[in-house]
């Protein structure tokens, strides 16, 4: 969810970003589920899997989890 350079300043390893402006329309509502689903994989997250969202403070990893739900029966 964090922009190129913060994710470059600092990450998990083997953490997968999906910026949250890829998740934006230029109106600023969110992509429909099926978008989102399509940038996911995109990024390359497996939706077979379990996901995990992180942040400095929360307030980011908190939207990707919302925009997340609906993708993947798995746990997040």
Do not use: W
């Amino acid at each position: 969810m964090r922009g190129k350079t913060e994710y470059e300043n600092g990450h998990i390893p083997r953490a997968i970003n999906v910026p949250a402006a890829k998740l934006q329309n230029e109106d600023n509502t969110y992509k429909t589920l099926a978008e989102r689903k399509e940038i996911f994989v995109e990024h390359g997250v497996d939706l077979s899997k379990p996901m995990a969202f992180n942040c400095g403070g929360g307030i980011k990893a908190s939207v990707g989890y919302h925009l997340a739900e609906g993708l993947t029966d798995a746990k997040r």
